[in-house]
T-cell receptor
Framework: DGGITQSPKYLFRKEGQNVTLSCEQN?????MYWYRQDPGQGLRLIYY???????QKGDIAEGYSVSREKKESFPLTVTSAQKNPTAFYLC?????????????FGPGTRLLVL | GQQVMQIPQYQHVQEGEDFTTYCNSS?????IQWYKQRPGGHPVFLIQ?????EVKKQKRLTFQFGEAKKNSSLHITATQTTDVGTYFC?????????????FGTGTRLQVTL
């Protein structure tokens, strides 16, 4: 069963703590993305990656870091520098160079600050 | 940078009424995509429009891309309770690459019997 998985579904962060959100895909997609969604808001791009070992900052990268060591995996770390991390985090993937650039989303992780 | 706005932010209709959401970009787009997010869920791709003036239909949903490729609309005929959710447009400035999608602010649709 192909798709994107994100874990955990809910994550609690203490002040000053770094936390890592997992994103895995078995769609053989080259590109992967991380978005942040605040209540009643649209999606804002944090980071994206077109190929293994390469990634680019999105519109709101400050306080976040990513890695892309494997094609299937694109973990996001929310660092202590991110002062307002409470949000719904969505990971997505897509093919590169195709006619249709559909992004397929995972189920998301809700991050709450204690 | 590129900005994509949607109106209205929220619309509440009775089942059977029509619904339209409008999407406007600050820059010309190479293509526009539409996604639906059910309450508590994640966005799901609906359609992509590429050509100027393009119109596509999916059952009761009609999607249109403006002639100047800076605006788009989604029209739902005779809404049903299953249409409840938030509809996002997302614009891309380039094709053929993993280009950044700029998502609109979304229109939340509520349908009651």
């Amino acid at each position: 069963d192909g798709g994107i998985t994100q874990s955990p579904k809910y994550l609690f962060r203490k002040e000053g703590q770094n936390v890592t959100l997992s994103c895995e895909q078995n769609l053989n997609h080259d590109a992967m993305y991380w978005y942040r969604q605040d209540p009643g808001q649209g999606l804002r791009l944090i980071y994206y990656s077109q190929i293994v070992n390469d990634f680019q900052k999105g519109d709101i990268a400050e306080g976040y870091s990513v890695s892309r060591e494997k094609k299937e995996s694109f973990p996001l770390t929310v660092t202590s520098a991110q002062k307002n991390p409470t949000a719904f985090y969505l990971c997505a993937s897509s093919i590169v160079g195709g006619r249709q650039e559909t992004q397929y989303f995972g189920p998301g992780t809700r991050l709450l600050v204690l | 940078g590129q900005q994509v706005m949607q109106i209205p932010q929220y619309q509440h209709v009775q089942e059977g009424e029509d619904f339209t959401t409008y999407c406007n970009s600050s820059t010309t787009l190479s293509n526009i995509q539409w996604y639906k997010q059910r309450p508590g869920g994640h966005p799901v791709f609906l359609i992509q429009l590429v050509k100027s003036g393009e119109v596509k239909k999916q059952k009761r949903l009609t999607f249109q891309f403006g002639e100047a490729k800076k605006n788009s609309s989604l029209h739902i005929t005779a809404t049903q309770t299953t249409d409840v959710g938030t509809y996002f447009c997302a614009g891309s400035g380039a094709t053929g690459t993993a280009s950044k999608l700029t998502f609109g602010t979304g229109t939340r649709l509520q349908v009651t019997l």
